[in-house]
């Protein structure tokens, strides 16, 4: 018998804290072993020379089957989603699971779980959707999901049927503090976007472009102040999602000074995209209609900045797919009418890594350790997944991708092997791309290629968040 399943031979590991040259043993889908020479006694041995051996991508901000209103579809499911996922080395993803307004959460649970069934190409594990917070849904329901281990959910400030007011916002934060959930944030201010989305359409300016002018950085930043402080009134860590500018982000860095603990999310649209990829020949600027809408370069180096120096601690995709030839998708007809119609989201669960690495890594704006974090350890820790997922140390699950840091090419659409039929970020120049990526020690995706006949990917249940440090009970009062 020989000792290992799977010998990753030759190559660099990375993990967040340290980067060295060893061999990497799997047995059972799991690391058993890190040496600098590991023999070759194993039923495959993998040669990584001149490659990096990095913990897979974790995205945890991903929409995927998600109802999106009517006569419009997402333009992934899990299959599709979680398979262009593979092919942008990543081993793990968290969907949001939606809770429509008069459905109960755990509904909308069994429904989402029905459709990842069987059909997941990487791991999967679910946030929470909070729409309707009923006295039954913060009394019962959430607080025994959270239990169940859906240690994270997500609220909204904005959107006509998503949003909650402020005293809602109070009371699920103090659902979250009394149960060590980590409470997410979309913070825009919905007032403020339908007074300006009004005036927009009474002038007569309904195009894509118009859709970044009804939400200027001063409604993000505004409502990203408030979400701080609501946060700050009930004593409960706040990760604050999508952040797109400096401004948004200096409220962030305040609230840390003071003590709070504010966690932070960018997104590749907010470093590469701006407003003027909005404008564009009839429909096209409906590409790029996501929410908040990039900004200018001068918020890109802003975000920048905060990828180098820290003060964002995730990432993601935010991929939220629809096709743009298609009536159900940025096509669709009322879109013509208003950017308001237009469905908010752009895909990029594959670019995101290629996009961090080659702009961030190769350029020398961070470290190998710095991306690992950015991408897949503060994740994982973040969201109650580590040390199982996350890192590649002795026990943890065998979730890795190869890079191969030399390899160029064009980022074209044809790559990415996702549901949708554009890339926002066609024609990039990028350097450094994920050649093979493994699930707990199985490859599933092998030069831009799925490998195997049936999903391999499966439901992961989550322990609390670090940052959160489990349930405390009621803040107390002055
Ligand atoms: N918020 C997201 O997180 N994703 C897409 C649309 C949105 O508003
Ligand atoms: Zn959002
Ligand atoms: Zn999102």
Known sequence: MSGFDLLIKNGTVANASD????????????????????????????????????????????????????????????????????????????PFCLQQKGQSLREALNAYHALAEGNCHVDVSFHLIVSDPTESVLGQELPALIDDGYTSFKVFMTYEDLRLTDLEILKVMEVARQTGALV?????????????????????????????????????????????????????????????NGEALDEIRRGRRAGLKILSETCPQYLTLTADDLDGLNMEGAKYVCSPPPRDVASQKECWQGIEDGAFDVFSSDHCPFRYDDAAGKLTPRGRTSFRWIPNGIPGIAARLPILFSEGVVKGRISLQ??????????????????????????????????????????????????????????????????????????VMREGEMVGTRPLGGYVSRGFSEYVGGPKGPAPLG
């Open 370 to 443: 710095r991306f690992v974090a950015l991408t897949s350890t503060n994740h994982a820790r973040i969201y109650g997944l580590h040390p199982r997922k996350g890192t590649i140390a002795i026990g943890s699950d065998a979730d890795i991708a190869l890079w191969d840091p030399a390899r160029r090419l064009t980022l074209t659409h044809d790559l990415l092997h996702d549901g949708c039929d554009y890339t926002p970020y066609e024609g990039m120049q990028i350097t450094g791309w994920p050649v093979m990526t493994l699930v707990r020690g199985q490859i």
């Open 19 to 94: 980067v060295a040259r060893c061999d990497v043993g799997i047995r059972g889908g799991r690391v058993v072993a890190l040496a600098e020479d590991l023999g070759t006694d194993a039923s495959e041995v993998i040669d990584a020379a001149g490659l990096y051996v990095l913990p897979g991508g974790i995205d945890s901000h991903v929409h995927l089957s998600q109802p999106s209103g009517p006569g419009i579809v997402m333009a992934d499911d899990f299959a599709s989603g979680t398979r262009s996922a593979a092919i942008g080395g990543n081993t793990l993803v968290l």
């Open 184 to 244: 997410m944030i979309h913070a825009e201010n919905y007032d403020a976007i339908r007074f300006l989305t009004e005036r927009l359409e009474r002038e007569g300016r309904t195009a894509p472009r118009h859709h970044a002018t009804s939400r200027p950085i001063a409604v993000e930043r505004e409502a990203t102040h408030r979400a701080i402080s609501l946060a700050q009134i009930t004593d409960v860590p706040l990760m604050v999602v999508h952040v797109s």
